[in-house]
């Protein structure tokens, strides 16, 4: 069973406790504001790292200041590369029915697994993607060994949750495949704070530091919560690839 996402009822009492108290350091890598970066960004330098392409991110006034934490890259993977993918992931979920949790979970309409052995012309592109997990994330940081493949039907859709922190780490980076889709991020204590993301087929994004803690993350069906810059953007399957960084004091299965 998989577990990467929480409800936001179950984060709340963490989140009370960890962001209570005064933050006065500054940090390299984010710009200087009043906003204090979540603790566990505070643990590791950051690289500067390249954040994509703007014109795939839209913000309101109030949440631009956290657009230096995501960050969409387009044409990361090959037609080519997408579809030996592809066919690596029709044959591992070949059998798996969609899931619909009839309102009680975080994401509709889906079949996912956690593949950490890929073949044929697959690893370098996996490779790749966990590669930029961790130069987002600093000196040190390491990403899980698996990587979280989430096929979304049609009629699919992920509602707004946060990684729960037990099972990742500072940074998620995600890639998208078959057909474009919006991400919508929304800040947990202030909705006036929203970022929308434009994911087409073959980029990649990248979330990690506020975004990644203070910020839920959604995947709309088609209509008006879908829209990109006032256009509606429509989605059918998509399916994403997602590699995560490892918790903090993260201990893989074989050590205990
Ligand atoms: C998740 C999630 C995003 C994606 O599985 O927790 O948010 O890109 N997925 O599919
Ligand atoms: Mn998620």
């Known amino acids: 069973r998989i577990v990467y996402r929480a409800t936001l009822k179950q984060l709340s009492g963490l989140y009370q406790k960890k962001l209570t108290g005064a933050c006065s350091q500054t940090h390299p890598g984010f710009p200087s504001s009043s906003v204090c970066p979540s603790p566990s960004s505070l643990l590791t330098p950051r690289r500067p790292f390249s954040l994509g392409d703007p014109a795939l991110l839209e913000a309101s006034v109030t949440a631009e200041i956290d657009c230096g934490d995501v960050g969409v890259l387009p044409g990361f993977v090959t037609e080519d590369e997408s579809e030996s993918l592809l066919v ?36 370098p592109v996996i490779h790749r993607l966990k590669q930029v997990a961790e130069d987002a994330g600093g000196e040190d940081v390491r990403a899980l060994d698996e990587v979280h493949v989430l096929d979304l039907a049609n009629d699919g859709f992920i509602r707004p949750h946060i990684d729960s922190i037990k099972f990742c780490g500072d940074v998620i980076a995600g890639l998208s495949l078959v057909s474009e889709c919006v991400m919508v991020f929304q800040h947990e204590d202030d909705s006036t704070k929203w970022i929308r993301a434009l994911l087409p087929p073959l980029s990649i994004y990248i979330m990690r530091g506020r975004v990644r803690h203070n910020y839920t993350h959604a995947v709309p069906l088609t209509g008006e919560e879908s829209g990109f810059k006032g256009q509606t953007v429509s989605r059918e399957q998509r399916v994403s690839v997602i590699s995560r960084t490892r918790p903090p004091q993260h201990h893989n299965h074989t050590s205990h």
């Open 88 to 123: 690596e992931i029709r044959r591992t979920l070949r059998g798996k029915r969609y899931l619909y949790n009839h309102w009680d979970g975080a994401i509709e309409g889906y079949r996912e697994t956690e593949k950490p052995v890929w073949g044929e012309a697959n690893p």
